[in-house]
């Protein structure tokens, strides 16, 4: 049981380590790859903003054109 | 009357135990919890509709050719279930909060001590004879400190599945307790001063740098701890699809109709396995018990890690979001922010939490590598 | 030029046989029922098509490693598919007119007597020489007087695979022609005052006691009849789902996209029971008429049991919805609505035979599990 | 060949009496709850309400949206 | 300090090998490609993904009991995949303009003489001792000129599996670049004067022509050519749920839900054959250059037969679009509009190339059926 | 390996044969099907125009419920 214990304080030991030393890599992986991209792209626009912009104005189409029909009820009145 | 005595032994009443009764009535309590209480329903209404039909008498549900014990084999056995579960969150996660300030992945390294120390406990509790948990039992129980589900569950398939059913209830209600068991032990190490700190707005990231984020993370994995790479890995492509933006339909279905098949299939899985001869076992108690150990030990540690920091660095966090690194996404992160708003109605630490909390994903998906590298 | 008689022998022209031919034709007559008629599109397109594919000459579909067969394998060998499609019909399943009105319960009852008399009739047949039906194949006949298409895939598939594809069509076609078959045998067994009843409006229900009435019902399947436990489970798991409020997004999916991928899926694997060699032949005439009287009777007891529960209750019913018993939902319970309408143009039945016709599914998913427990 | 019959029609007759009780009892079943629901939740508010509730200010807020847009067109014309 | 060691030893860093190594930027490139220039992207980024997974040292991904060698041999072993993404681009696919001019499906047949010209240059090379292919893995490479990646994954998967990585990233690469590919060869054998013919305006096709066109061709499969009956019975199956108007659910679910998930397993399962030691040999460059002559001897040809056509018949067609008989729906019958309007600003091409596509996709399809046939 | 040729010449000539024989008869029955369906049905109205009304009207339902909402708005301003 002795055994069983100290191989468990073995795998904390290790594992703890591991997770720390992987985590602490990935800062300064981080960090180096934004650095890189802010280098390379920096005043990248995203596409997503590009996307929220054609949403938009195809909701400013769909206004347009309910007030078309509604326009054309009215006038049918 | 002899076919009518014959009928009546084909009934449930005649051949159902006090362990399936009683089994059934837990079934029917974390489908209370989780309808009434909101405890993470997504999860818990498949699991405890699971158990419940897992221990109806007379039937073979979750044994043999019953349609449980085959989505158990299916998914659960080999793995697909979480791993495609993993995919899903990997499209769901933005990694934005994270990137905009990667010092916080130390906060999700940090909140790791619950599961080792855990791992530590339950061996133990074995050592002094309270229960008797192997080292790959130990490994198990401890990743309920990781406050993952589906790492949970694939770490438990692969380990000790016998011990499956316990440590997915477990992770799943203590992930909906966060509420509960976070705020006293946050306060407990912190001070008024020091919950009320604001810190500084978040800088905007860039597209690119969320599209190379998840390959950066999995090159890392697969040179440091390959043994995470089939959680982490399917974690990144899942985010990957998302980020970047040419795959849209196929991130879409990622986080919609496939996570929610792939939920209600696991659900059911793991609640396959709460037959009665398999969860009534002592065993049960001392998970349920070291689980919320785990939690608890994830949270301080967090907070002490973010404490840590601060001595070292100039600019401050807010020890609060330390809370965070134990995962429990985003309901950990709420926790934090709604802890921070007591001490100042200004503070509003949701998206500094956010970084810590999905840095707790990776954090706890390292330390199962580990586990499964090592103890299997 | 012996390589060109080669290639001409490897043409359907060379190698269809008149039986391949015929079935071809039965596929196109499924077709073009389903897509020109409106007959069950849904499981009949797939069904028709399959039937095709699987009489094609000269290449493995339904066979061996032939998809349709892998399909076969997966999904009807194992239950798999009609379980999750009882699933999604749970989550698209409102028991609220049945809550409001319990004691149509009986209605879904009475009219499960064509399934137990169309069972007798078909060992009257073999008793008498026609045919060759075994206790098994008897019973799994008699289930398409159940009307339920899952109900009855999943019994034939355990009782009586190699009757399945006939079984599947018979049920799905008749449940098809409801509007043809009920009308004559409802006029014959009432009087127009008696169809022109007005029934009172039925009481608001409560989303608690939607919440609690799959559970209910599922506890006590578990007590009474656990061997139907397997249907009703999955089926009370889905309308759960839906009632609990919160996992809409499981609930979304196994309304739409999961039930959708199955049905494709359990519709072609059904297709693949068409080949000729075990649809062409004598049992098949047998089971499409003796299915027929199946439907029949069970209509006219629904219809009966109605007039039976008047002469006992002051609460009078119209003896149309009796009818819907049946199940066939939504089908029967519409024509019960026509009907009721020609004799009385204010009689709007439609939501006092959703009861009956939810209840019909419940009644024979219990016929099922008694027919499996002892048949099998 | 006779066994054959009497084994189906003791089939039908407890399969007819089976699905009879279990519809009967049921009954019973269903009524004691929707009894108990009633007297411990008189008027409760079932939730889907709210919801519809909420999906009908979030179209009112769309209308709204959309007037406000027409007009903003309509000013610029 | 042994223990140490122990633990250098997991990491990815000791055990990568150069191959490994190698194999990691080729999916890295494919991503680039997938993402930054657009080339395919819905099966690159999975592929590519997939790639990088496959080749992570220290871990069973593509191998044994990893996930994405489970979904190999769930999906690619089987079949299953290639043929439920097929039914889906059934379910996708607009018969119309082939319907509209029929006569274009010669185009489609014309496209299929680099297949087979490309098998006989991977024979030849073997012949001359420069490589060493089989007749199932010169098939297999052909087919890579029927510019369909589900077809040419399903024959790779029956015929040549050991070289299944190689050909998909060929199909798809080559699919990808069909933009500068095919332009300089459409130019070449074409005037400006032929390239500047407008085409007169197709005729309106009614929904009875549509939904007869999948079970015609279904029939005429059945009877000429059996062994390509799974490929195109699974695509016109697809095709009659879209066009037969009474199961739109069914038809959604194949265009969504279903391919998407379908998709992700599928580019993953392939993935799972770039595993270095089976992409990194020297047929995987032959593989790779023969692939590029198949598909610009498809387009040559496909050119060349719409001028033949025009000397027989007085109705001229535009020779641009017999370049989109190779398929690569819909990128093919894009280039020849973007072609055509070089030379002429007013004509129009794209939907008259859009027979000629589709017509291209049942081509290969048939040659597919003949290879299976005969070089299995 | 003149055998592995040979048979690859034999593939590429049947093969090639079949998906020209293929295609031709293919297109004779599709113009054979197409001429029986004109003739039998001259002047059938596709169900998908028939559903794109049903959306047109929708919308327009739309329109005019938003139209409403708008001026119940303005009134109560
Ligand atoms: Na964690
Ligand atoms: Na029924
Ligand atoms: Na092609």
């Known amino acids: 049981m002795e055994n069983l214990l100290s191989q468990g304080i073995e795998l904390a030991v290790f594992g703890m380590g591991t997770v720390f030393v992987f985590l602490a890599l990935l800062i300064l992986a981080t960090k180096f790859m934004s650095a890189l991209v802010l280098k390379y792209q920096p005043d990248q626009q995203s596409p997503k903003t590009a996307r929220a912009v054609t949403q938009t104005s195809n909701n400013t189409l769909l206004a347009i054109i309910s007030a078309a029909i509604i326009q054309h009820r009215q006038q049918n009145k | ?376």
């Open chain 2, 1 to 376: 009357m002899s076919q009518l005595v014959e009928l009546w032994q084909t009934t449930g009443i005649y051949q159902i135990t006090l362990q399936q009764f009683l089994m059934i009535l837990i079934g029917s309590l974390l489908l209370y919890l989780a309808i009434k209480k909101g405890f993470e329903p997504l999860l818990l209404v498949p699991i405890g509709f699971g158990g419940i039909l897992s221990n109806i008498p007379g039937v073979d549900i979750a044994v043999g050719q019953g349609i449980l014990h085959q989505f158990y084999v299916m998914g659960l056995e080999t793995g697909v279930f979480p791993l495609l579960i993993f995919m899903g969150v990997g499209a769901m996660t933005d990694f934005g909060p994270l990137l905009a300030n990667p010092k916080t992945l130390l906060l999700g390294a940090a909140a790791q001590f619950g599961i080792f120390t855990t791992l530590l406990g339950a061996l133990f509790l074995t050592d002094i004879g309270w229960f008797d948990f192997s080292v790959q039992q130990a490994a198990a129980i401890g990743i309920i400190g990781g406050a993952d589900g589906p790492t949970a569950i694939y770490v438990a398939g692969i380990l000790a599945p016998e011990i499956l059913g316990a440590i997915a209830v477990a992770a799943y209600s203590y992930m909906a307790l966060v509420p509960l068991i976070q705020p006293p032990i946050m306060r407990a190490l912190t001070t008024p001063a020091e919950r009320a700190l604001v810190m500084t707005q978040l800088r905007e990231v860039s597209q690119a740098e969320k599209i190379f984020f998840p390959l950066v993370l999995l090159i890392l994995v697969a040179l440091v701890v390959p043994s995470a790479a089939p959680l982490l890995g399917m974690f990144c492509f899942g985010n990957l699809m998302k980020e970047c933006g040419v795959v849209d339909r196929l991130s879409d279905t990622a986080q919609h109709a496939l996570i929610n098949i792939v939920t209600i299939l696991l659900g059911l899985s793991v609640g396959s396995k709460l037959v009665a001869d398999q969860f009534l076992v002592a065993s049960t108690l001392g998970i349920l018990v070291l689980g919320m150990v785990a939690f608890s030990i994830g949270t301080a540690t967090g907070v002490l890690m973010a404490k840590l920091m601060n001595v070292f660095s100039s600019q401050k966090i807010n020890p609060l979001i330390g809370a965070a690194g134990v995962s429990a996404v985003p309901m950990a992160a709420r926790v934090a922010n709604k802890v921070g708003l007591e001490s100042n109605p200004n503070n509003f630490l949701l998206m500094h939490a956010m970084g810590p909390n999905v840095a707790g994903v990776i954090g706890s998906a390292i330390a199962a590598g580990v586990l499964i590298q090592f103890a299997s």
